[in-house]
T-cell receptor
Framework: NAGVMQNPRHLVRRRGQEARLRCSPM?????VYWYRQLPEEGLKFMVY????????ESGMPKERFSAEFPKEGPSILRIQQVVRGDSAAYFC???????????????FGPGTRLTVT | QKEVEQDPGPLSVPEGAIVSLNCTYS??????FMWYRQYSRKGPELLMY????GNKEDGRFTAQVDKSSKYISLFIRDSQPSDSATYLC???????????FGKGTRLSVIA
């Protein structure tokens, strides 16, 4: 039973380039959350998606960041025109949502470490 | 005041010791409380979760929630070197809502 998968695990981008981070949730999970972990900081919520819907994007920066979770395929976090301050570890978590389990446990992937040079 | 406060440590204990990790929070609306373990350069791993106040035990781990004091704890008995990691507390307002994390406490268990 594969866990949450993220790729790439490491991503290096120059300032001004675009970064695309992918997340495949656990089998049977229909809810995806993205979090960012800056050095020496805790995990901060960015966005919560269900298939084809953004449920909560209150933690997402207003510019340059976008996320999607299409009907088919992984969830994508996209960062346009990256800056050095975007360097961080980006984690996604999936949960079964209301359809499964008594609780909405969130299971995390291994993360994508983005370095902007 | 931050929503969730957690002493970052580092905390260093000898093997076999009882470890106590704690978080305080300010939002009394939080209902679900979790502890995650994160090894260096890995994703967080869910250890325990609790709904509302009370205790929950799983093997060497015990989670406690005191909503009246807005205080949660994780106890690790008979600590092992393999327990060396960063421990993150997290909480949420309800089912299917984002998690709010503490900064994490770095624990080292010395053999």
């Amino acid at each position: 039973n594969a866990g949450v998968m993220q790729n790439p695990r490491h991503l290096v981008r120059r300032r001004g380039q675009e970064a695309r981070l992918r997340c495949s949730p656990m089998k049977g999970h229909s809810h995806v959350y993205w979090y960012r972990q800056l050095p020496e900081e805790g995990l901060k919520f960015m966005v919560y998606l269900q298939k084809e819907n953004i449920i909560d994007e209150s933690g997402m920066p207003k510019e340059r960041f976008s996320a999607e979770f299409p009907k088919e395929g992984p969830s994508i976090l996209r960062i346009q025109q990256v800056v050095r301050g975007d360097s961080a570890a980006y984690f996604c978590a999936s949960s079964p949502g209301l359809a499964g389990g008594s609780f909405h446990e969130q299971y995390f992937g291994p993360g994508t470490r983005l370095t902007v040079t | 005041q931050k929503e969730v406060e957690q002493d970052p440590g580092p905390l260093s204990v000898p093997e076999g010791a009882i470890v106590s990790l704690n978080c305080t929070y300010s939002n009394s609306a939080f209902q679900y409380f979790m502890w995650y373990r994160q090894y260096s350069r890995k994703g967080p791993e869910l250890l325990m979760y609790t709904y509302s106040s009370g205790n929950k035990e799983d093997g060497r781990f015990t989670a406690q929630v005191d909503k009246s004091s807005k205080y949660i704890s994780l106890f690790i008995r008979d600590s092992q070197p393999s327990d060396s990691a960063t421990y993150l507390c997290a909480m949420s307002l309800g089912r299917n809502t984002p998690l709010v994390f503490g900064k994490g406490t770095r624990l080292s268990v010395i053999a």
